[in-house]
């Protein structure tokens, strides 16, 4: 629980930074492109995936490889209202369906995507679908005490079977290509620098409040059962506790927070497809975690933002060498870094830095 | 090759002449046929080529052979007066009729122009030619020829063949030809007739069969009842066929299954750590086939260097594996899982940046390519080489679990390791070894997995995780397990496939598993003692 608040803060102001630097005009030397902040906006997006995964794993000790499960159907939610807001202006001009059920030849709308006409049902949705999904799962896998490798296998199968799932056309979500073309949000065009600044801007708030959510959580009664459960899970239920019940609670509220970043996601990306619930994105998402620092809320939003920067980067200037990269990162993370960065001594750092400060009071008091 | 023709014509005329010696009435007819068939396939009329095929080869003439086999090789030449027949071959011009060579070579000849009505025809009359060869299989499938074809005209050459068949089997292939002839017959047989051929093609059974009974229409009640019921019949006994089907195809991916999860149960019992670079070993092991192959120049033999090869390469680089990285991580389970997994990301990048990113073309042997047919079964030799394969990596494996000084350690350190370690057992070493051995099976499997996959850097990523599901539904630390939960697997997956298609049937298999493990959290053959952690 370090530095959770100054973490939350700076994420805001770094982002309200971003979006004015982003408005000022394009000749200036301090502007900031459209692209860079649709970026800020995705590594914000994954932000929340990682604290939700950070949740789970750096206090219930659960090792989730699904976790991009929840992400992509929270995702998904949000597409289906994007995908309505189309409306005539599809290639078909179909008013009544969307494209590629036009181009499937189905003519009624399923009965699934009633509703999805308005925002905050689709919103609710994001939320209510992998939550759902979490409860069920987390139900059943905590009750019957399925733990470590094997649960971990199980949520892998999970995500896995949802991604061979969502590639079926007969699905009704686009199949293979997926939901994408989307014009605007709630009558904003999604394509102007206004609306993207404003979603960054969002998006940041929603990190903020996640961390501060979860902070509040952890910090009280049940942030020491967690703990309790995450490091002697026997002996908390001989002491009559049900660690069971305490993880389920857990579980689900990482995966409303993984659902709302997918939201976020697909409005500021433009695209969901069956390829996020590949099990190597949940995988990913557990590396942004441990390179921040597993167990500290602020770790896993420094180290979504810096895995996927350094993505970033290395698949534009060195695309040969990025799985290198990455397959380095997870390897001397684990092997030199086990806390991550949050973990560097850097009470040591900024101790010394206090004692360089006070010496210099020292100096100038006498 | 001419001398061949006529050793052919030789051998028809012979084994024709005790026909003919039988039949003593039906030669003036056949005398008169032969005179038309020549003159038939020389008219340019497809109907009369077509009829003429069949009454040459019905006819007995000497020459059918040699002239059918020019017709179907567009040898066959027609004079320009619409009645001289010729063959040329290389540059010589044989009389089709007499087979003698021709000096003088007519003016105009023009080529004998086949449809696809004449070529059946034609197929049908080398057919009815080989239904007097002496040899059984030659009969045999002139006989299955026939019956594919089933034109009427071969009716008559069918019940002369059926005389004086001495072979019982060529007797049963021919009855059942007879059948297909006389239900297609655009006049229907009499009824007790009718109900005799319904009757031999049930016993045939297949598709074709039911097509042709689906096509036929009885003249009386009794003859279309009894068709109906041997339709009923055959597609039972098509669906039992296609279950036994999907049961070898089931068996068949329960042993790619095994072979690619056995490595898995061996390193996850001992160390109880799922190696995430798993896959990437059976990629490895596939590869080194195709280098292997490439180094011999040989398919079988560098199949067969391949098999030890890849157990060296894949089991050295676990051992690596393990005394690089794993070590240093005991006791942390799901640290590994992180570590094995960017490990295998880097194997993915180097094998792509060395081979390239494209299916590399691993041959299959000669020995293994093909099927056999078993009644209505067709069993590929590969995949049958891989279930025999797949269990004798088994047996090998269960040999030296079970009975060598290694095996015993391991079994020692899987159940207690620190008692183990007490014991005197030198457990790191151990660790080492087994972890080499588990690696060294799954280039076996990349061995296997190379002859019926695609050979790319992503070819681990497609197994992995269904060895994941194998190891955690037989349960760990027992190979019998492993076994099981492979051949589960391999079949649900397979008698799903038909049910709900290839990729919902996967899905419902993992939903399966999933609440199958919430039954069973430890998989169906759960590791007992006090070694277990709580």
Redo the contacts between chains.
């Keep these: 629980m370090i530095a959770v608040r100054p973490a939350a803060l700076l994420t805001v102001a770094a982002a309200v930074l971003l979006a004015l630097l982003n408005l000022l005009p394009a000749a200036s030397a301090l502007h900031v492109p459209d692209f860079a902040v649709g970026l800020a906006g995705k590594y914000l997006s994954f932000a929340l995936l990682g604290i939700a995964v950070d949740l789970v794993w750096g206090f219930a000790g659960i090792l989730t490889l699904g976790h991009a499960a929840f992400f992509a159907l929270g995702g998904y939610a949000m597409g289906m209202y994007l995908m309505r807001e189309i409306g005539t202006r599809g290639v078909y001009g179909n008013a009544n369906l969307p494209d590629f059920m036009v181009f499937l030849s189905w003519n009624k709308l399923p009965w699934y995507w009633h509703g999805f006409d308005h925002f905050g049902f689709a919103l609710l949705m994001a939320l209510a679908v992998p939550g759902a999904l979490a409860a069920l799962f987390g139900w059943l896998a905590f009750r019957s005490r399925v733990s470590g490798v094997y649960l971990s296998i199980m949520t892998q199968a999970l995500t896995y079977a949802l991604l061979l799932a969502f590639f079926r056309n007969d699905m009704g979500f686009g199949g293979n290509n997926g939901l994408t073309d989307f014009k605007d949000v709630l009558g904003f065009d999604l394509h102007s620098s206004v609306t993207r600044a404003v979603m960054l801007v969002l998006t940041a708030l929603m990190v903020a409040g996640s961390l501060m959510l979860t902070r509040a959580i952890l910090s009280g009664r049940f942030g020491s059962l967690l703990t309790a459960v995450r490091d002697a899970e026997s002996r908390t239920r001989f002491l009559g506790y049900r660690p069971d019940h305490i993880k389920l609670v857990i579980w689900v509220l990482s995966a409303l927070i993984a659902g709302l970043g997918g939201a976020l996601y697909v409005i500021q990306v433009g695209i969901i497809n069956p390829g996020e619930f590949a099990p190597a994105n949940s995988i990913e998402a557990v590396i942004w975690v441990a390179v921040g620092g597993r167990g500290t809320l602020s770790g896993a939003v420094l180290g979504a933002i810096l895995v996927n920067l350094g993505k970033t980067l290395f698949t534009g200037l060195l695309p040969e060498l990025w799985l290198y990269a990455l397959g380095a990162l997870f390897i001397l993370t684990t092997l030199f870094l086990p806390r991550g960065i949050m973990g560097l001594p850097w009470n040591r750092l900024t101790g010394l830095a206090r004692g360089l400060r006070s010496g210099a009071k020292a100096d100038v008091a006498p | 090759m001419r001398s061949g023709l006529l050793l052919l014509g030789v051998l028809a005329l012979v084994f024709c002449a005790p026909a003919a010696a039988q039949a003593q009435p039906a030669v003036p007819q056949e005398a008169t046929q032969q005179a038309d068939g020549f003159a038939d396939i020389a008219s340019g009329n497809y109907g009369r080529i077509a009829a003429g095929a069949t009454g040459l080869a019905a006819s007995g003439d000497p020459q059918a052979a040699t002239v059918l086999h020019a017709l179907t090789t567009r040898h066959l030449f027609a004079a320009h007066d619409g009645h001289g027949l010729y063959i040329r071959e290389n540059n010589t011009v044989t009389d089709a009729r007499t087979g003698a060579v021709v000096a003088a070579v007519p003016e105009g000849l023009r080529p004998i122009r086949l449809n696809n009505h004449v070529r059946e025809a034609v197929d049908a009359a080398l057919a009815l030619l080989d239904l007097h060869a002496p040899d059984r299989a030659t009969r045999l499938r002139a006989a299955d020829a026939i019956y594919d074809i089933h034109a009427s005209i071969t009716l008559p050459a069918l019940d002369r063949a059926l005389t004086h068949e001495p072979d019982a089997g060529v007797r049963q292939a021919l009855v059942q030809a007879r059948a297909a002839v006389l239900l297609t017959a655009p006049t229907p047989p009499p009824s007790d007739q009718a109900l005799a051929a319904i009757h031999a093609l049930t016993e045939r059974s297949g598709l074709p069969a039911r097509a042709i009974l689906a096509g036929f229409h009885g003249a009386t009640p009794d003859v279309q009842h009894a068709a109906t019921e041997a339709i009923a019949t055959i597609d039972l006994r098509l669906r039992l066929w296609s279950i036994l089907q999907y049961l070898f195809y089931g068996i068949s991916l329960g042993s790619v299954l095994l072979l690619a999860a056995m490595g898995l149960a061996i390193t996850?019992g001992v160390m109880?750590?799922?190696n995430m670079a798993h896959g990437e070993l059976v990629m490895i092991g596939a590869y080194v086939t195709y280098l292997a192959q490439q180094a011999t120049g040989s398919s079988s033999l560098g199949l067969a260097l391949a098999v030890p090869l890849a157990f060296l390469v894949s089991g050295g680089i676990g051992i690596l594996i393990e005394r690089g990285?794993i070590r240093?991580?005991y006791g942390?389970?799901?640290?590994?899982?992180?570590?094995t997994?960017?490990?295998?990301?880097?194997l993915?990048?180097?094998v792509r940046?060395l081979f390239g990113p494209t299916n590399l073309s691993v041959t299959t042997p000669a020995w293994m390519s093909g099927s056999i047919a078993v009644g209505g079964l067709v069993i590929t030799l590969n995949r049958l080489v891989i279930i025999v394969f797949a269990a004798l990596v088994m047996l090998a494996l269960t040999l030296v679990l079970k009975r060598t000084p290694l095996g015993l350690q391991m079994r020692a350190v899987t159940q207690n390791r620190r008692m183990a370690s007490l014991m005197g057992i030198r457990t790191p070493r151990v660790d080492a070894l087994t972890f080499g051995l588990g690696s060294g099976v799954a280039g076996l499997a990349g061995v296997a997995i190379s002859q019926i996959d695609n050979v790319s850097p992503n070819l681990g990523q497609g197994y992995i995780?269904d060895s994941?599901?194998v190891v955690?539904f037989g349960g760990v630390g027992n190979l019998w397990g492993t076994l099981a939960g492979a051949a589960t697997l391999g079949i649900a997956n397979k008698i799903l496939e038909p049910v709900a298609g290839a990729?919902?049937g996967?899905?419902v298999v993992?939903?399966l598993?999933?609440?199958f493990?919430?039954?069973k959290?430890?998989g169906m053959f759960p590791l007992r003692g006090r070694g277990v952690e709580?």
């Design positions: 996850f109880g750590v799922i990285l240093f991580l942390r389970p799901l640290e590994t899982l992180l570590a997994w960017g490990l295998s990301l880097v993915q990048q180097a940046s995780i994941f599901m955690v990729v919902l996967k899905i993992l939903i598993l999933i609440a493990i919430q039954r959290p430890r709580s």
